[in-house]
RNA sequence: GCGCCAGUAGCUCAAUAGGAUAGAGCGUUAGCCUCCGGAGCUAAAGGUUGUGGGUUCGAUUCCCGCCUGGCGCACCA
């Protein structure tokens, strides 16, 4: 058993046998202090409960830690401290067997049963397939896939969708804008309207078509080419796309198109169950949702004057869609110009019956480019984007996925081209790699030296303050996982791992692995063995590459 | 004007569910290779957490006002 887990069990047994008067048991906060010398586990337990108890925190303290039956192997020693903590210092024999426990564990180590095999739906980038992947997708696309990784490491069943905006008026203009590029290119002046796709990636696509058909296209009525030239460019887009995400390593596990979803006259259902509820009417010849009654700040428009559905109604058939296909829960990552729609859309979920918490928006904040110091206006209509093929191309995936997910979310970011591309040796991204591929030298160092690594050996002779260092540190994986579900914050896993990597190099530095003491090295190799594991399991995460050599 | 998000070391960012003396990297300065990989390690300097109040035993974290920046405020998507 994990010494937390241990510590938990025996705080409940406690607090039971201390009959205190509590209509709910308590929830058991468990941290690490900041200090070392104040403990490895530490409550402030006894001053949540002061209030509740009319009690004095520490008397209450005393009181619980009276009640504590603990196991000398499990726990030293435990104090209480400052205004009222509960600090535990860990036993090194329970630190000791830590290690060989993460080594029989292996990949499953850090792993929970959080979830319970709860079904939840991560939808992200989900950009108009309008023109390639630009350098925001890909802060969204590492941060959605990381986000997937951990909850599935956290006991969820969790899936990746992507959904295409192939319907609408964008389409038709991507499909006009590619027409213009096709007749330009066979030397007729047809110019791109002022609302469409001007980006240099439409005329490319024009010549490949000229190349392919010819001017089989010319002699058509403009309305109909544009519509076949919309289909070729969305295809043409989609398919892009889609390489792109794969060789940043996104894999989703459903594309999912809005043309599909209008086809089958969801909204229509949408529409009827609103009217049926009493939740729409008509107005100005227009249809309305009552969103108003469920927390948004007015009335929204479903259906137009023209008789055409909103995007709203659309959006809102499609997430109907989602709980239908047994979402328990859904999370859509959206881009910081989209936070002003996340009422609308809560209010509709709420209306067709679906609890708040079975929803969620998290907003990706905005990346702004820095070209030489300066800020760089990217739009897509202009053309001016940095698409996330050279940045993979520039970068490479493990230092962009890194460089991405190793800032919260909702922090705005600076990405300074120049600096990623230049200095990408000092991108931390290579610091823990090194960590990793140091240790598989020593492991192949020690084979060299004739050392055969058993499977399990003893590890009762580490001891000293960096080898506690290290164990204490690896011990923390689990519960990095499950904050970064509760949080929403994949950057704790990639911090982590910086935390993992700088306290084995500082191990490593202070002492030998392979020396002339056997007990003592293959103790030594068991603590090598289980950092490796530990990182390559959040590389897993993180997806990026476990290097044996650098 | 209203709403949402952000503001932490020179720069890029952390700070575990409200916890104890706010931490890393880069950069700067001073050190460390007869020794398993120096893409490493050690140390120093660097802070009124934008600002003023409030709640609390305790606030970077929660609430209110103000300042600054970003983004929204469509019968567009």
Redesign the pocket.
């Known amino acids: 058993m994990k010494p937390q887990e241990y510590v938990r069990n025996a705080l409940q047994t406690a607090i039971t046998r201390s009959a205190f008067v509590l209509s709910d048991p308590p929830?058991i906060?468990?941290?690490?202090?900041?200090?070392e010398?104040?403990?490895d586990l530490?409550?402030?337990l006894?001053?949540?409960l002061?209030?509740t108890l009319g009690m004095a925190?520490r008397k209450i303290a005393e009181i619980i830690t009276q009640n504590l039956q603990l196991d000398p192997d499990y726990v030293e020693s435990v104090?209480i401290?400052?205004?009222?903590?509960?600090?535990f210092f860990y036993a090194k024999p329970c630190l000791q067997n830590t290690v060989l426990e993460i080594i029989r564990d292996g990949a499953a180590y850090g792993r929970s049963d959080m979830g319970r095999g709860r079904r939840i739906q991560l939808e992200f980038v989900s950009a108009?397939p309008t023109g390639p992947l630009n350098i925001v997708s890909a802060r969204a696309a590492a941060v959605g896939d990381i986000l997937t990784n951990c909850y599935r490491a956290a006991g969820y069943d969790a899936r990746r969708e992507f959904y295409v905006?192939d319907?609408?008026?964008?389409i038709r203009l991507l499909g006009v804008s590619l027409s213009a590029r096709y007749m330009s290119e066979l030397g007729k002046t047809e110019a791109v309207p002022e609302e469409g796709y001007h980006g240099l990636y439409l005329v490319d696509l024009a010549r490949e078509i000229v190349q392919r058909d010819g001017d089989r296209h010319a002699g058509m009525e403009a309305e109909a080419r544009a519509v076949l030239f919309s289909q070729m460019a969305l295809e043409f887009m989609l398919q892009r796309q889609r390489a792109s995400l794969d060789k940043y390593r996104v894999v989703y596990d459903l594309w999912f198109r809005?043309s599909a979803l209008r086809d089958s006259g969801a909204q229509e259902e949408i529409l009827r169950r609103m009217a049926a509820a009493g939740l729409s009417y008509e107005?100005?010849?227009?249809v309305w949702f009552r969103s108003s009654q469920f927390g948004d700040?007015?009335d929204?428009?479903l259906?137009?004057?023209?008789g055409?559905?909103?995007?709203?109604l659309?959006?809102i058939a499609y997430h109907e869609d989602k709980f239908q296909r047994g979402f328990e829960k859904v999370i859509d990552f959206w881009?910081?110009?989209?936070?002003?729609?996340?009422?609308r859309m809560r209010a509709a979920l709420l209306a067709l019956g679906h609890p708040g918490e079975s929803f969620d928006v998290s907003?990706i904040?905005?990346v702004?480019l820095l070209r030489s110091g300066k800020t760089v206006k990217m739009s897509k209509r202009a053309g001016e984007i940095i698409e996330m093929d050279e940045l993979i191309e520039e970068v490479g995936v493990d230092a962009a996925r890194f460089y991405f997910v190793?800032?919260?979310?909702?922090?705005?970011?600076?990405f300074?081209i120049d600096l990623a591309t230049k200095?990408s040796?000092?991108n931390?991204v290579?610091?823990v790699?090194?960590?990793h591929?140091?240790i598989?030298?020593?492991l192949?160092?020690?084979e060299e030296q004739g050392v055969t690594i058993p499977a399990q050996a003893d590890t009762a002779t580490l001891g000293n303050l960096q080898e506690i260092q290290v164990i204490k540190k690896l011990l923390?994986f689990p519960?990095v996982i499950?904050?970064v579900v509760?949080?929403t914050?994949p950057?704790?896993v990639s911090?982590y791992v910086?935390?993992v990597?700088?306290v084995f190099?500082?191990?490593?530095?202070?002492?030998?692995?392979?020396?002339e003491d056997r007990t003592l090295t293959l103790a030594?190799l068991m603590l090598a063995r289980a950092t490796r594991q530990v990182l390559a399991n959040a590389f897993e995460l993180l997806g990026i590459s476990a290097?044996?050599?650098?």
């Open positions: 929830y906060s468990l941290e690490r202090p900041k200090q010398e104040l403990g530490s409550t402030p006894a001053m949540s002061s209030k925190p104090e401290a400052g205004p009222g903590f509960i600090n108009n905006n319907a609408g008026r964008q809005e107005e100005d010849g227009a700040e007015k929204r428009v259906v137009t004057q023209n055409e559905p909103t995007y709203f659309i959006d881009g910081p110009d989209h936070h002003g729609y996340i009422d907003i904040q905005q702004n190793d800032r919260r979310i909702s922090q705005p970011m600076d300074d200095q040796d000092e931390p290579f610091y790699q090194y960590a591929a140091r598989c030298n020593i192949r160092y020690a923390e519960d499950q904050r509760v949080h914050e950057h704790r911090n910086q935390e990597a700088a190099h500082r191990f490593y530095h202070e002492h030998r692995v392979v020396t030594r290097p044996e050599n650098m």
